[in-house]
């Protein structure tokens, strides 16, 4: 992962074209990070920094990685919207999209649900006899580790039949995402039904 350099350096190095020929060790049209960040450490010139990363950049750029640290929160606290607009869409195959492939669900009174297609299976359940879910969320913990988060959150679920009452359903979610093929993938989902979380508790 590039680490961020200071302005100045940038704003000194010479031009590329100034140059008549890259430096042995050079790389700017291969992916080696480590014999570029081994030349750079002994070639602290700014110049050639700079060449670094452009071969990096053109070359090497990196979806195994993810967000620098002041994105990831911004990053995870998105995930429930999306998946939420998936979910009310019925649209399955993204909503499959956003779990690691080895996802499991740990929800309030139901058998510990392994692999995203069986979790898909599972919160299909309504949609597919006749009925209605609208959920609600509300971020109140984000956190990361490398490659690894961590959310935790209120929920709301309203199931909704024709000529049925509303069931609402209120409680609290831990969720715990891995970065994948350029991606947050829900990785494990604990719900519970808790005390201290309301259908009043949420904002709409």
């Known amino acids: 992962m590039l680490k961020r350099l200071p302005l100045h350096l ?3 190095a010479a031009p590329l074209a100034a140059q ?12 080696d990070p480590e014999r570029a960040g081994s030349y750079n450490s002994a070639h602290p010139d700014a110049a050639l920094v700079e060449n670094n990363l452009r071969g990096m950049q053109g070359s090497c750029a990196r979806t195994d990685e993810p967000p620098i ?5 911004a990053s995870l606290a ?20 956003l779990y690691a492939d080895d996802a499991v669900l740990m929800t309030q009174g139901q058998p ?5 297609d069986a979790i898909i299976a599972f919160l299909r359940r309504v949609p597919d006899s006749g009925g209605t879910a609208r959920f609600a969320f ?34 609290r979610s831990f969720l715990v995402y891995k970065w994948q093929d350029g991606a947050w993938k829900l990785w494990r989902d604990i719900d519970n039904i808790a005390p201290d979380v309301t259908p009043q508790s949420f904002s709409d």
């Open 69 to 73: 640290q002041g994105d990831q929160a």
């Open 138 to 171: 509300e971020n109140e913990d984000i956190s990361t580790a490398p490659g690894t988060g961590f959310v935790t959150a209120k929920y709301r679920m309203t199931i909704t039949y024709p000529d049925r009452d509303p069931i609402i359903v209120a409680g």
């Open 78 to 97: 998105a995930q429930g919207d999306r998946w939420r607009a998936l979910y009310e869409a019925k649209n399955w195959a993204d909503l499959r999209a």
């Open 10 to 12: 940038f704003l000194s």
């Open 20 to 31: 008549e020929t890259l430096p042995p060790g050079m790389w700017t049209n291969t992916c």
């Open 112 to 116: 510990r649900i392994e692999g995203a």
